[in-house]
Structure formats: structure tokens, C-alpha cells
């Protein structure tokens, strides 16, 4: 392997999270830093030098994946900073142990933050969820794990209805699940107690960036007079954004949308027109409730100061160095 070049293994990793076969903020943040480790496992340079240029090379490769999940730079950041060696064993040593702990903590975290999350809802509560989000989950988990009765109102989620996957997990641990498309969520609203999502990022004013359609959904809750509830572990909390950066909003493919053939289909000029496709959006703290993380919940404007606590101000980008 020469200096520069990535273990397959990461590549790959890197190539599935950019087509979201791995995906979801939490299954990203984990897969990079068991990449990461498979780096420095498998390697073969023959200088501490040398392995550490490795491992920055895949962090690069993985950071640059999807740009709007904060989560994946956070995890890298973790693992590589508990890095150091005088010798190859010694830093592979490291990397494995601190990708080690970032997963352990992950999933820590996320169970504590479940039970937290629980107690917001009550026996006969039905929740409407938006996208996929293991974190959200995790709080109906609880919920059902202390003997609550939860029902669910399902959003699809266009275009790449990751609200299957919520559907089918949710009907795995016997919740009652109303599968609706995105545009119906309004109409049902009436029939729900809260509006429960996860967070890709959340932004130092306690705006929270979720799959695209959240925002939406959230001001039709404000209007409803139905609560927001954002699950997202602190690994969500976007560090750059307390010197003043924005949350870059990932554009996906076309084709998620409209197939070539869809577009070749059309009648008169199928290349007439322009397809956007923002994965995410931005809701204004306005319209959230709470913040529920592992260490416990928050009014979506003093989540300032548990960034501060977690992050001082600044932060380093050692894919970079
Ligand atoms: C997934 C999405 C999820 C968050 C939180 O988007 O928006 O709500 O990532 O997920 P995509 P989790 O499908 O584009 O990755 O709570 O599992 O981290």
C-alpha cells in the first residue's frame, strides 16, 4: 500500500455511506470509526509517520462522504485525537481502542438518551415520525421497554422512503404503525400527541437539520399546537457553528427523483426543466420543543451551552493537517 492510498475496506465503507447504504447520522458516525480502525488494523507501513498519514488519508476519504451529518466529523475527530505512538503497534494500538470507545460511548448514549426521551411520552401516546432515525427509535424503545403503549403515524419520506425502515422496525417491537405519504402528514396531525425526529445537525441557535420535509412538518405541529421532539445525541451538536459557519445542505442526484427514463418519458421537452434534491433542511428553534440527548433535554436555544461545555470554541480538522 503506498502511502497515500486508503485500505479497500475503507473505501468501500466511504462508497456506502455516500450512497446511503449506510446511513442515518448515528450508523455513520459508528461506520467511520470502525473504518478508521480497519485502517490501522490492516496496515502495513512501516513508520508511526507513515500509518498516521494513512489514517488522516481515510479520515479524509470519509469526511468528504456526505456533508451535512455532523456526526461523521465529530467521530473522526474522537478517534483520531486519542491517536498517539512512538511506534506502528503503539499507534494502531490506539486507533483500534479509541474507535473502540467512540462506539461504546455511541451506543451508551444513545440508550441513555432513549430513557430520557421515554419520559416525554405517555401510556396511549401515538407519535408521527419523519425519515429514519435510530435516535428517535431509541425513545419509543424505552417508552414500549417500561410498559407504555405507543402507536405511530409513519411518514414515508421521499424520496427514498426511509420511513419503510421505521415502519418496519417499529412493527418489530409490536407498535400499532399508519403508514401516510409525506403530504398527508397535516391531515394527521389531529390524531397525534408529538412529532418525534432525529437530527443530522443541530446549529449553535437550536436550529435543527433533519432529512428535508422537517421543517414543514414542524410548523404544521406549531400550528396544530402539537409538540416537537428532536432526538439527537450531543455527536449531532455542530461545533463550527459557534465561530459563525453554516450547516452545508447536502444536494443529492436527480435520479432519486426522476429516472432517465421517467424524463425520456415525458411528452414535449423532457430536458425543459430543473430537479432539485435537498436531503435536509433547517427548522428554526421556534418550532421545536425539546432536545432530547444523553444528557438529557433542552430548550432548543440554551443548547449553546452544552456546546460550549462538550467543545470550548474551536475546532480542528485533522483530515487537514
Ligand atoms: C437520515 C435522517 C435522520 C438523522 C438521524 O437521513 O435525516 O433523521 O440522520 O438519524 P439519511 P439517527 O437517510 O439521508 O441519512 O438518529 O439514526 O442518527
Redesign the pocket.
Known sequence: MSEHDVHPDVAETADDIAT?EI?????IANAAAGALATQARESDADSPEALLTELREAAKVLYETRPT?V?LPNALRFVMAHIDGDTVEAVRKSAVESAATFQRDLDHAQDRLGEVGANRLRDGDTVMTH??????LSCVKAALDQGKHIEAIVKETRP?K?GHITAEQLREWGVPVTLVVDSAARRYLNDVDHVL????SIAADGSVI??IGTSGLAVNARDRGTPVMV?AQTIKLHPDTLTGHTVEIEMRDETEIISDEEREAIQGDPDGFTVRNP??DVTPPRYVDAIVTERGQFPPESVVVLMRDLFGSETDRPWEV
Not at 197 to 200: E, L, T
Open positions: 446511503m446511513r442515518g447520522a448515528a450508523t451529518a456526526s425519515c429514519h432515525s435510530t435516535d428517535a427514498r426511509q425526529v432525529g437530527a443530522d433533519n432529512k432526538a436531503a435536509f
